[in-house]
């Protein structure tokens, strides 16, 4: 075994129940622990305690000067740091840099899919897969359509789009779906994107030594580059991905570790980019493949997903989901994995040591995450098929390696509805359009639902594991009480596959719910939580929240919706909470970011963005608590949609203007 991977000899064997509410994770912690492998919970608590100024966001080391540890308590011991800045400017400039490399990621995501369809030709490797959804976004870019082949439209698409990354003067184009009113509240507070890369390049600039030193600049700034992301770089990476990939539809498949299987050659796709694993699937069908797979031994090819890139494959393909980011390790630990292939984000570099402890290929594609001691294998957009096979050939030929008795599967695995992108809920909703809304194909009925309290809100539950918190218990607990008191739910990446592990993204889970959500779910024929894709597509989420605050005449900050990120831990989730705010939706977080040794930052984002947005941030960590102030929160905004029902019910006729069955 790997001297890197070992557990320390001292160390003892975590309670399992402890770490995650899934079965399957607390089997397969058990049994990696007790062979003496390391895993993020071992590792964790190998920490410690950890460190508390760097908690609170009062350590900088962003100068040769440093690093400079001041005193997270006003008035008691060191205030300031070398060059004088105070907890305010340090926990301000910290959250910035957080948004910035947030923002940064996703955004290099949509770049790269941006030059994927700028490289796509009539008889290569990638195609146009959804026509309608190309054509809508060459209008709004501005781009005249008529008479011209599509490929040349997808061309000077993503030479728009790429132009907003870099767009030397001007703001970068915002999507259809965004309220007047919120354009004007962005505009008066100086909030609006001007282009993607230059942004995050500006609030770097902002954060260097001896700029910005005052915390309500420095938040400000964060929200402008943040909109960058969910307006910009995820945007373009979830639409330009439906327009090469296909967008997704509803449909079912399993989901958790159950889903590898002892029999097949298992390869697992971790990360977030879906050119690269768009080709494995591909490549997976080749019949050579397929045929060399049973030649080998086994009985064909299993391919699951993790984490996004699982996200991805299976809203598209149906490719079933072996688990979300905490599950990444226990899927090499099953010991019948042949290869894990990574492209982008959320990879722990302890993947590497730990597959050498089986015989599994971790293999790396991507220049952005390079990994010591993995296999790496470049991914060529131009010779994506060819790239792919290679790699799953790799796989296949592994297979001779596995050694049988080092292996274990735990036998969980949970039927999912998923693939609910906007244009699938639509769908749904097209089953309850009646003479009142006369409007099928949009979000009318919705809204209607909204206003009329059978639906009392709407919630986006999205993001990460972290081992400071029993794993999914969080997101399923909150789940469970919106779900009760007929908030509607919406997930995305590892927070959507903690609401598949736990069964809530069935039928079987209306189960749970209130009476108006329950009527809701039966008459449009969709789970009471919907899956809405990756960390990406949360700009699904922004697009619809637009698109029925625009249907009722309102701004987004009027409606009774709220997001959640429970469990977060990336950098990406401080930008998507800061996007979400600044798009005027409060957003709660389960675990406590590191801003609260300044009192300054810790108002600001709590309490004085409302003034400016309309939105503000909520420090939560027990789910219980933080469901009863959500659905306080939700009342509160209620105001606007209550409203609009009081006038509704004074047209004659009142009684058709309610969707079938309500
Ligand atoms: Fe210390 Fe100021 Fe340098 Fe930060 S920027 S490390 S507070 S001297
Ligand atoms: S993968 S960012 S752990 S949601 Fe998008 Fe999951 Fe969070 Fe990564």
Not at 473 to 485: D, F, G, M, P, Y
Not at 592 to 597: K, L
Not at 629 to 646: G, Q
């Amino acid at each position: 075994m790997d001297e890197k991977t070992k557990v320390p000899e001292e160390k003892k064997v975590l309670d399992e129940t402890t770490i995650s509410l899934d079965l399957a994770t607390q089997e397969m912690y058990k049994k990696a622990a007790e062979n003496g492998l390391d895993t993020m919970w071992d590792r964790k608590a190998a920490l410690k305690t950890q460190c508390g100024f760097g908690e609170q966001g009062v350590c900088c080391r962003i100068c040769q000067m440093g690093p400079c540890r001041v005193s997270p308590i006003p008035g008691k011991g060191v205030q300031k740091g070398v060059c004088g800045a105070t907890a305010d400017v340090i926990a301000s400039r910290h959250y910035a840099r957080m948004v910035a490399a947030g923002t940064s990621a996703h955004s290099d995501h949509g770049r790269h899919i941006a030059h994927v369809l700028h490289s796509i030709r009539p008889d290569g490797d990638y195609k146009i897969k959804d026509e309608k959804k190309l054509l809508n976004l060459a209008a709004a870019w501005g781009i005249e359509t008529e008479g011209k082949d599509i490929y040349a439209i997808a061309h000077e698409l993503s030479e728009a789009a790429l132009y907003d990354f870099g767009r030397p003067f001007g703001n970068m184009t915002l999507p259809t779906s965004l309220p007047e009113q919120r354009k004007a509240v962005w505009q008066k507070n100086k909030l609006q994107p001007e282009a993607i890369d230059k942004e995050v390049v500006s609030i770097l600039h902002a954060t260097h030594m001896g700029c910005t030193a005052d915390a309500e600049s420095m938040i400000n700034l964060s929200m402008r580059t943040s909109l960058s992301d969910g307006y910009g770089g995820s945007y373009i990476g979830t639409q330009f991905s439906d327009i090469l990939f296909g967008t997704p539809m509803p449909r079912e498949l399993e989901m958790n570790l159950g889903v590898i299987d002892k029999g097949m050659v298992n390869i697992v796709l971790h990360g977030h980019d879906p050119s690269l694993s768009e080709m494995i699937v591909l490549a997976s069908e080749d019949p050579e493949l397929k045929a060399l797979a049973k030649e080998v031994g086994s009985e064909g090819i299993n391919l699951v997903g993790v984490c996004c890139t699982g996200n991805e494959v299976a809203m598209r393909h149906g490719i079933k989901t072996a688990g979300s980011f905490n599950q990444q390790e226990l899927c090499i630990a099953t010991g019948a994995v042949e290869a894990m292939i990574v492209d982008v984000q959320c990879i722990f570099p302890a993947l590497a040591p730990l597959a050498k402890c089986f015989h599994t290929k971790f293999i790396t594609t991507s220049s952005t995450a390079r990994i010591t001691d993995a296999m790496h294998i470049e991914f060529d957009k131009d010779n994506a098929l060819e790239c792919a096979k290679g790699i799953v050939r790799v796989a296949i030929e592994n297979y001779k390696n596995r050694a049988q008795d080092k292996v274990s599967i735990p036998d969980y695995k949970q039927v999912s509805r998923i693939g609910y992108s906007n244009e699938g809920i639509i769908n749904q909703l097209n089953l309850v359009v009646n003479s009142y809304t006369h409007k099928p194909g949009t979000f009318e009925p919705l809204a209607q639902c909204l206003v009329s309290g059978v639906l009392r809100g709407a919630a986006g539950v999205v993001g990460c594991n972290n081992p400071k918190i029993k794993g999914d218990s969080s997101h399923v607990t909150l789940i469970k009480e919106l779900l009760a008191n007929d908030v509607i739910v919406v997930v995305t990446g590892c927070a959507a596959q903690a609401a598949s592990k736990a069964g809530l993204l069935s039928d079987d889970a209306i189960k749970y719910c209130g009476e108006g959500l329950r009527k809701v779910c039966e008459l449009a024929d969709i789970p009471p939580v919907l899956h809405m894709g990756s960390c990406v597509d949360n700009s699904r989420i922004l697009n619809l929240v637009g698109e029925v605050a625009k249907i009722l005449g309102l701004d987004m900050s009027e409606l009774p919706v709220v997001g959640a990120a429970m469990e977060w831990m990336s950098e990406k989730a401080v930008a998507i909470g800061t996007y979400v705010v600044t798009s005027g939706i409060d957003t709660f977080l389960g675990v406590i970011p590191s801003v609260t040794g300044s009192p300054e930052v810790t108002d600001i984002l709590t309490n004085r963005l409302e003034n400016s947005v309309g939105a503000k941030f909520f420090f939560e960590t027990n789910p219980e608590i933080a469901a009863e102030k959500i659905l306080a929160r939700i009342e509160e905004k209620r105001t606007h949609v209550d409203a609009l029902n009081n006038q509704r019910m004074n047209v004659p006729g009142y009684d058709d203007l309610t969707p079938a069955g309500f």
